[in-house]
């Protein structure tokens, strides 16, 4: 029997969510990773720091899982190379999918989505922005610095204190305020 992660295995804790957004440290985060022990790693990290996490193994799965169930998200931590559809792809599926909801009307929300890989690199960053990537963080992660970032998701001032700095491609980031 495999102990794989799998989206089937929903999070345990409740899914209810502040009305204040800008004081929630308890984050619901998706994460697409194919490596088993990565998954593992992340999910165990995340859920010490206080967050909800849904595993997706692939881009296409976790495209899919956010399509169904965008509106529980708060974040998106997503790996580069995945079978099936790899990052790149699915980030882009995300933010169309984002896009169709919103119908026409301004987008109300847009998850922020960074890449958490060791093949990332600093001269494919205009990829990664175009792509739709808002962060990344280097493999291995380092989970003082993940938890910097996903202070950021709802507090602009932690943003800027993270944003992208030539040179310092190692350290992640936001790409911007």
């Known amino acids: 029997m495999s102990s794989r992660p799998d989206a089937s295995s929903r999070p345990t804790r409740s899914m209810t969510f502040p009305t204040d957004k800008q ?3 308890n984050l619901h ?3 697409a990773e194919d490596d088993p ?3 593992t790693i992340l999910r165990k990290r995340l859920e010490m720091s206080g967050h909800t ?3 997706t193994r692939d881009g296409k799965e976790c495209a899919s899982v956010y399509r169904e169930m ?3 998200f708060d974040a998106v931590l997503m790996d580069l190379q995945m079978p099936v559809v790899d990052g790149l792809t699915a980030t882009k599926m995300i933010r169309e999918s984002e896009q169709s909801s919103a119908r026409g009307e301004a987008l109300k929300h847009r998850v922020p989505i960074l890449v958490v890989s060791s093949s990332s690199t600093e001269k494919d ?3 990664y922005i175009d792509s739709g990537f808002d962060g990344w963080v280097m493999k291995p992660v380092g989970f003082h ?4 970032l996903l202070d950021g998701v709802y507090e602009n001032e932690r943003r800027s204190n993270y944003i992208y700095r030539p040179g310092r491609w190692d350290e992640g980031g936001w790409f911007e305020a």
């Open 23 to 25: 004081s929630k440290t």
């Open 29 to 31: 985060i998706l994460v």
């Open 37 to 39: 022990t990565n998954s």
């Open 53 to 55: 996490v849904y595993l």
């Open 70 to 72: 965008a509106h529980c």
């Open 125 to 127: 960053r205009q990829i």
């Open 145 to 148: 610095r993940i938890g910097d």
